[in-house]
């Protein structure tokens, strides 16, 4: 089991900055990629950016140069940094934890980019 705890959402006037987190624990030896997805009233769940286990890492075209996936794994620990945040950018975000058997999902946290 993995369990994944995000933070870091808020409210943040266009053109700012949110840096979000999530940390994992339980079984955190057993993940290779981790993600971030996002979800905005009345649309479908999207990738955001992806961080294998390998270090490489992909962004979805409409955060590319904007956002950056890291992984600290002295922390067990993936962040989203987001900068030049747009007011489409407003969304659930949602850190994603792939096992071999399994994947997991964090709760959430709140993005809102005001005008």
């Known amino acids: 089991q993995v369990q994944l705890v995000e933070s870091g959402g808020g409210l943040v006037q266009a053109g700012g900055s949110l840096r979000l987190s999530c940390a994992a624990s339980?079984?955190?030896?057993?993940?290779?990629?981790m993600r971030w997805y996002r979800q905005a009233p009345g649309k479908e769940r999207e990738l955001v950016a992806r961080?294998?286990?390998?270090?490489?890492?992909n962004y979805a075209d409409s955060v590319k140069d904007r956002f950056t996936i890291s992984r600290d794994n002295t922390k067990n620990t993936v962040y989203l940094q987001m900068n030049s945040l747009k007011p489409e950018d407003t969304a659930v975000y949602y850190c994603?934890?792939?096992?071999?058997?399994?994947?997991?999902w964090g709760q959430g946290t709140q993005v809102t980019v005001s005008s």
């Open positions: 994603y934890a792939e096992t071999p058997r399994l994947a997991y």
């Open positions: 339980g079984s955190i030896f057993s993940i290779s990629d």
């Open positions: 961080s294998s286990s390998g270090g490489s890492t």
